[in-house]
Structures are given as C-alpha cells and as structure tokens.
C-alpha cells in the first residue's frame, strides 16, 4: 500500500498513548492495524469493552475518525479500593484518499474489536494494459 492512501491524523501529535482527561475517564489512542488487498483496505481497532451502542465511525470530507466508550460496571457488594477498569474513551482518525468507495465502507465490531472494510474505487484498481506491435 502506499503510505499516502490512509494516514493517521494523530502521527504527528504526541506519542503519549493515553492522556488523563478528567478523574474518571481516560482517553486512549486505540491500537490499529490496517491490511490492503487488491479490492480493499481492512481497518482493525482495538478498543476493549466497547459495542455497537457505543462507538461512532464519521467520515467528513477525507478524514475518518473513530470514536468509542467504555465503561466498566461495579461489583454489586464490593467497595473498590484500586481500579484501573473505569471509564474510558477512544478517539482516533485518519486521513483517506479518495480512491476509497465511500458509499460501500462498513464497520463491524466484534469483541472490542472494530473492522473497518474500505472498498477500492474501480479506477484505483490495477489494470493489465494490452500492449499492442505498433
């Protein structure tokens, strides 16, 4: 894949992988791996404990951002005395070119993981040109 057809918006900002946002939620960059084969790119993000309720996938011009929340549920019984399972956010986007169909992405998520499956357009798809005697 070329570097230049989906990049991560957050690359250049901190390499800080989780920022305190507030006492009793984190936000956390999401671990990614993006895989391409000659019809499509497949996203996959890591986000631990989010479903399909809490996670939000837009895409605005050419950026895509993912966004998703967890919270973690206390033991009915039980005073806490250490944690670190509480609310936590997601956010991560990324710069896609426009040789994606836009109209065919779709998103799954699974077991906190999210798939993202990104069709090629037809026209960015390697063609074999018939090569002719002149």
Request: net charge negative; hydrophobic share 30%.
């Amino acid at each position: 894949m070329n570097t230049h057809q989906i990049n991560d918006q957050n690359s250049n900002c901190c390499e800080q992988a989780k920022v305190e946002h507030s006492p009793s939620m984190t936000l956390t960059r999401p671990n990614v791996d993006l895989y391409e084969s000659e019809n499509m790119y497949t996203l996959l993000v890591e986000m631990p404990g989010v479903d399909e309720t809490s996670v939000e996938v837009q895409l605005e011009k050419e950026v895509l951002t993912i966004e998703g929340e967890s919270r973690m549920g206390k033991l009915e019984g039980y005073h806490l005395i250490a944690g670190d399972l509480g609310h936590r956010k997601y956010q991560r986007s990324f710069r896609i070119s426009d040789d994606i169909n836009r109209q065919g992405i779709d998103a799954v998520i699974t077991n906190g993981v999210l798939r993202l499956t990104m069709p090629k357009s037809a026209e960015s798809k390697s063609q074999k040109l018939e090569v002719r005697q002149g």
